[in-house]
């Protein structure tokens, strides 16, 4: 009897092994999870900064449909309810959305993406996408807010202390009563002895600040706008919503070019700012952050920990909040049930947890359901409610106007090409390696910045002047195509005189910059030492426009520990010159200008 | 034989005629409908087709019956810009829409759809805004509705108003998209033309020129979403007041609160959103069809479903919700009332022909 129980409870989980439901079953697998054979898939690219919650968010989105629950509602899946399954890449906003834009109208071009989703920092990409493509690509009104991140300007606890203190002593007003913008920032500026005038002792004479590039950078772009919105103001204009009249009006580009006076040098991307602001306020006294950039570094998330806390600045001229969109790209590789899981995995995104993990990333909550809560405390420096004074999003194509004017307000540079062509540089192939990105650096450079050309072994020549590039720029191609090495190393004295020269030129109201191209191995005779270059270099640092010394080391025997020191000496880093990520590499030297 | 081997030769008989009956039972396909439904109503339907598919319910006493769901919003079904958006061969069996206007607007666009149900649940236009501005408004005794708002709209700034600073910022669902939208353009328009029948031609240039301070106070229409709570909760610098759908204003009240104390008033000529149910009629459709149609509107239509209505926020088809319901008795403290006149002043909406005069100015004009 024990056996026909036995044999009967068998049959029974046999049959019930043969209910032929849909239980999905995988068929290849990314981040452990497994693809249910019937998934619709579908792909998104999100802003950097989503990076932070979006991987986990995807994995355990995937791993519910795997599981075979809706991972919206907890339910199990329906009879007939397909599961889908996604997959995320981080790209800059701006250079996803002309990949995007190119998809449509240059498909043969190198940047070309097509996703279901594109996630980008702020609405207006969507919107730019739309007028450069000509066509409805994205439905605004349907793409939902994910994350809130007010633009800030993330500012030393004691400078906007100073500031303050001033203001209301001035102004006799009571402390809590005084706002702070773009204005109070120029002031600082124009005051003759700078931040000591606002209460900062031994302060800089001058006012250090630093954005991104508004071509790739959501920060930037709507820092850029924002900055033409003060100006305009502070050009008599009233209304609410800027447009091409106050773009196109050159007193409020004056305006503009004032305040980009204040940049010290740029760069493509917020990660790099994160590290260089942390350093403390000798090297930057702002920088434009997204406000959980901000909470990043106070939380100490930066490698170099911050000396006093950061806190955000919310310009009294107004700012913006990036919504971090779902925007579902209207196209002919997306199909209607992708589309709809795209609203899922939107629908998913906006759940109270998923939510609640994206708030602990230093991110305002979409739903508000979630009840803001850490890391928006006072000590890491953020407002804790949300009645900082926003801006209205001007018309896409006065975004893209002013996207336009960025090459004719930003601050103008004077770079000078410092090329080691000594002996040890014909080792190998490095000095061609430099011939090329020297030249590959050139293709991308603004024709009003003023480029000069000098190299060195055994002593220092100028080999081209500086001068606009537009002016000097064939000269410039053909004597870097016919340096030839020879001799010894003299590193040290080099960069001390061309430091030296550019110092002696008038502090004008360009970034003064060096790229050095060597293998950094100094066999120099007269004398000069690693300390008397990086000494040259920190010499300037009070100055209006301190001269930044980039290096780029050629070669696996280069001598590392003395690029570094230079680099230190004015806060850059030593980019390498391995021609394999030489493009990259002038893509962050090339966003310095 | 074995007495085990007989046990075994009839379980294997029984086994194959329980999973041979139950394959048959499997392989009888329900009959599947799909209802399309406005977003402001979504979540009450869907929840009501999953219990409805749940009950098993029986067309004809035998076949059973599958409701989908889609969300569409009215205008994407009848709009001139979006015609043939539903077919002969691909179009829902049901249509709830948020107005019955809509009906009206897509009979003239030739979509055959026939209401079956006057109206299922309502819910309508109300306006919210942060106290400390709306009682900058209403320091004179004025109502909070749409004379004082252009009033404020043409001022431009708060300070201008005896307030604090910055700008009067407004916001609306965008009208050319969401029928929560444009019922506040024809809100607007009752009111400035004084009337509830906007059907003898009362979109005019003047009343153009004075909605449009209200158009120009609105940030950015492509970021509100279409939920307009939920934006002003999350957006308390971007937006001083607004108007919208009731039932989004209840489910969204925690969000705003948080913001500040809140006010609700409903504007003196009430655009009332009906969700009525109309079934697609055309010669293909079955009789099955239009039962299983109709069964799905009565089934709305019962107790249990109107009482899940009230609790997403909705008001009844008939009625007003109990004062024990606890989205609106909570909303009281703030202007919402359990029962507010919507059955006299109801706004009837204009031909077909203004409509789309009036979402061309809009599309030109913002």
Not at chain 2, 194 to 201: A, C, H, W
């Given at each position: 009897m024990k056996r026909l129980f036995i044999l009967f409870t068998v049959m029974v989980l046999a049959l019930a092994a043969c209910d032929s439901g849909e239980s999905p079953s995988g068929v290849a697998s990314t981040n452990g999870v497994s693809i249910p054979s019937n998934a619709i898939q579908i792909d998104i690219v999100y802003a950097p900064e989503s990076d932070l919650y979006m991987p986990q968010t995807i994995e355990e989105f995937n791993r519910a449909y795997a599981n075979g629950t809706n991972p919206v509602t907890g339910a199990e899946l329906a009879s007939g309810e397909r599961p889908i399954y996604v997959t995320g890449v981080t790209g800059s906003s701006g250079t996803v959305m002309q990949g995007i834009v190119n998809a449509f109208i240059a498909p043969n071009n190198s940047n070309v993406v097509r996703p279901v989703i594109f996630q980008p920092s702020v609405s207006h990409w969507l919107a730019l996408a739309n007028f450069q493509s000509g066509r409805q690509v994205f439905d605004l009104s349907d793409a939902r807010a994910t994350a809130l991140a007010p633009v800030v300007m993330a500012i030393w606890e004691s400078r906007l202390n100073g500031i303050r203190e001033t203001v209301a002593e001035r102004d006799g007003i009571p402390l809590d009563q005084v706002e702070i913008g773009w204005e109070e920032l120029l002031e600082v500026l124009n005051s003759p002895n700078g931040w000591q005038d606002f209460g900062i002792p031994n302060g800089r004479r001058t006012v250090y600040y630093g954005h991104t590039d508004p071509f790739i950078s959501s920060t930037a772009l709507s820092t850029l706008i924002a900055e033409f919105y003060a100006a305009s103001r502070a050009n008599g204009f009233t209304g609410r919503e800027i447009g091409l009249d106050q773009v196109n009006d050159e007193a409020v580009q004056d305006g503009v070019r004032d305040i980009e006076q204040l940049i010290r040098h740029y760069s493509s991307r917020t990660t790099e700012f994160k590290e260089y602001i942390a350093q403390g306020p000798d090297y930057l006294d702002f920088v434009a952050l997204e406000e959980n950039d901000l909470i990043f570094i106070n939380l100490g998330r930066t490698e170099v920990q911050p000396p006093e806390p950061l806190v955000a600045l919310y310009p009294k001229e107004g700012t913006f909040v990036h919504e971090h969109p779902m925007g579902i790209v209207n196209a002919d590789w997306v199909t209607d049930e992708q589309r709809e899981a795209a609203r899922v995995?939107?629908?998913?995104?906006?759940?109270?947890?998923?939510?609640?993990?994206?708030?602990?990333?230093?991110?305002?909550?979409?739903?508000?359901?979630?009840?803001?809560?850490?890391?928006?405390?006072?000590?890491?420096?953020?407002?804790?409610?949300?009645?900082?004074?926003?801006?209205?999003?001007?018309?896409?194509?006065?975004?893209?106007?002013?996207?336009?004017?960025?090459?004719?307000?930003?601050?103008?540079?004077?770079?000078?090409?410092?090329?080691?062509?000594?002996?040890?540089?014909?080792?190998?192939?490095?000095?061609s390696q430099a011939r090329e990105a020297a030249l590959a650096f050139l293709d991308n450079m603004e024709p009003s910045n003023r480029v000069g050309l000098a190299v060195f072994s055994e002593d220092v020549r100028i080999v081209v002047d500086l001068d606009t590039y537009e002016t000097n720029q064939q000269q410039l191609r053909l004597q870097i195509g016919s340096l030839q090495p020879e001799g010894g190393t003299e590193l040290y004295g080099a960069v001390q005189e061309i430091v030296g020269t550019v110092t002696a030129s008038e502090d004008s109201d360009r970034i003064r910059a060096v790229v050095l191209l060597s293998d950094g191995e100094d066999t120099g005779n007269e004398g000069v030492t690693l300390n008397n270059a990086t000494q040259a270099i920190s010499a300037s640092r009070d100055a209006l426009n301190p001269v930044i010394v980039i290096p780029v080391a050629y070669g696996s025997n280069a001598d590392i520990n003395a690029l570094n020191a230079i680099a230190r000496s004015s806060n850059t880093r030593v980019q390498s010159g391995d021609p394999n990520n030489i493009s990259a590499v002038l893509d962050v030297i090339s966003s310095y200008f | 034989m074995k007495r085990g081997t007989i046990v075994l030769i009839i379980f294997a008989i029984i086994a194959a005629g329980v999973v041979g009956v139950s394959l048959f039972l499997q392989n009888q396909p329900p009959l599947e409908i799909t209802v399309a439904v406005d977003p402001l109503a979504e979540d009450w339907i869907r929840e009501s087709a999953d219990a409805f598919n749940a009950s098993d319910t029986l067309i004809n006493g035998t076949r059973r019956v599958q409701v989908n769901v889609i969300s569409t919003s009215d205008l994407d079904v009848w709009q001139n810009t979006r015609t043939n958006f539903w077919t002969a061969e691909n179009h829902p069996e049901l249509w709830i829409p948020a107005s019955s206007a809509s009906v009206t607007y897509a009979a003239r666009a030739n979509i055959p759809f026939n209401v079956v149900t006057e109206s299922t649940a309502r819910t309508p236009l109300l306006w919210g805004g942060y106290a400390n501005r709306v009682?900058?408004?209403?320091?004179?005794?004025?109502?909070?509705?749409?004379?004082?708002?252009?009033?404020?709209?043409?001022?431009?700034?708060?300070?201008?108003?005896?307030?604090?600073?910055?700008?009067?910022?407004?916001?609306?669902?965008?009208?050319?998209?969401?029928?929560?939208?444009?019922?506040?353009?024809?809100?607007?328009?009752?009111?400035?033309?004084?009337?509830?029948?906007?059907?003898?031609?009362?979109?005019?240039?003047?009343?153009?020129?004075?909605?449009?301070?209200?158009?120009?106070?609105?940030?950015?229409?492509?970021?509100?979403?279409?939920?307009?709570?939920?934006?002003?909760?999350?957006?308390?610098?971007?937006?001083?007041?607004?108007?919208?759908?009731?039932?989004?204003?209840?489910?969204?009240?925690?969000?705003?609160?948080?913001?500040?104390?809140?006010?609700?008033?409903?504007?003196?000529?009430?655009?009332?959103?009906?969700?009525?149910?109309?079934?697609?009629?055309?010669?293909?459709?079955?009789?099955?069809?239009?039962?299983?149609?109709?069964?799905?509107?009565?089934?709305?239509?019962?107790?249990?479903?109107?009482?899940?209505?009230?609790?997403?926020?909705?008001?009844?088809?008939?009625?007003?919700?109990?004062?024990?319901?606890?989205?609106?008795?909570?909303?009281?403290?703030y202007g919402v009332l359990i029962d507010p006149p919507l059955d006299t002043n109801v706004i009837q909406p204009p031909s077909a022909t203004d409509i789309q005069s009036l979402i061309q100015w809009f599309t030109t004009t913002q």
């Open positions: 995995f939107t629908d998913y995104v906006l759940t109270v947890p998923v939510q609640e993990r994206i708030m602990a990333e230093g991110f305002r909550p979409a739903n508000p359901a979630v009840t803001l809560g850490f890391p928006f405390v006072a000590q890491n420096g953020v407002a804790l409610d949300n009645s900082f004074l926003t801006l209205d999003v001007p018309t896409p194509d006065v975004i893209a106007s002013i996207q336009q004017s960025w090459s004719f307000v930003k601050k103008q540079a004077d770079i000078w090409l410092l090329i080691d062509v000594s002996g040890s540089m014909g080792e190998g192939s490095k000095l | 009682d900058l408004l209403t320091a004179d005794g004025e109502a909070f509705d749409w004379s004082q708002v252009v009033m404020a709209a043409e001022t431009e700034s708060w300070q201008a108003l005896g307030g604090g600073n910055g700008f009067v910022n407004l916001a609306f669902l965008l009208p050319d998209r969401t029928m929560g939208g444009l019922g506040v353009l024809l809100s607007a328009s009752a009111a400035y033309n004084d009337t509830v029948n906007l059907s003898g031609g009362v979109i005019s240039r003047d009343f153009y020129d004075w909605l449009t301070p209200v158009i120009d106070s609105v940030q950015n229409f492509n970021t509100i979403g279409n939920d307009i709570a939920q934006f002003m909760a999350r957006n308390r610098a971007s937006v001083d007041i607004a108007i919208g759908p009731e039932v989004q204003w209840l489910n969204g009240l925690d969000g705003i609160t948080r913001n500040g104390e809140v006010r609700f008033s409903y504007p003196e000529y009430a655009f009332v959103f009906d969700f009525p149910v109309a079934q697609w009629e055309d010669p293909a459709t079955t009789s099955e069809e239009l039962s299983a149609g109709q069964a799905f509107a009565n089934y709305l239509l019962d107790d249990a479903r109107q009482t899940r209505a009230i609790a997403h926020g909705l008001r009844p088809a008939v009625g007003a919700p109990p004062v024990t319901a606890s989205l609106f008795s909570t909303a009281e403290a």
